[in-house]
């Protein structure tokens, strides 16, 4: 997966924005992180989760992307469920592939 699925045509405002920010991080593998998860849970956060993703996304992606892979402690502000929840994910890196009909 490298780009948006989910349509956010029956998404409020807020949770729109949200995902489009999720994104277009400016790191790619920080667009798949938080783009994947909030595909996956953009739906299901009530507003005091929607508030502390926002609270994450504020953060540097150089700092996130090093908390999320280890490379750094994670302070002690991030140190929550959603942020675990986010660190958790998986994201599919492959390539996006396109069949071939030979011309």
Same mark, same amino acid.
């Given at each position: 997966?490298?780009?948006?699925?989910?349509?956010? !045509?029956?998404?409020?405002? +807020? +949770?729109?924005?949200?995902?489009?920010?999720?994104?277009?991080r400016g790191?790619? #593998?920080?667009?798949?992180i938080?783009?994947?998860? !909030? #595909? !996956?849970?953009?739906?299901?956060?009530?507003?005091?989760?929607?508030?502390?993703?926002?609270?994450?996304?504020?953060? #540097?992606?150089?700092?996130?992307?090093?908390?999320?892979?280890?490379?750094e402690?994670?302070?002690?502000?991030? +140190?929550?469920? *959603?942020?675990?929840?986010?660190?958790a994910v998986?994201?599919?890196?492959?390539?996006?592939? *396109?069949? +071939?009909?030979?011309?």
């Amino acid at each position: 997966m490298t780009g948006l699925t989910l349509s956010s !045509a029956d998404l409020d405002p +807020r +949770r729109r924005r949200i995902l489009f920010r999720c994104w277009h991080r400016g790191i790619r #593998e920080m667009d798949l992180i938080l783009g994947q998860f !909030a #595909e !996956a849970e953009i739906g299901r956060l009530d507003d005091a989760e929607l508030d502390e993703l926002e609270r994450i996304m504020s953060e #540097e992606d150089n700092d996130l992307i090093k908390w999320i892979n280890g490379a750094e402690p994670v302070p002690a502000h991030l +140190r929550t469920p *959603m942020f675990e929840r986010i660190a958790a994910v998986r994201p599919d890196f492959s390539p996006v592939t *396109m069949e +071939r009909d030979g011309r």
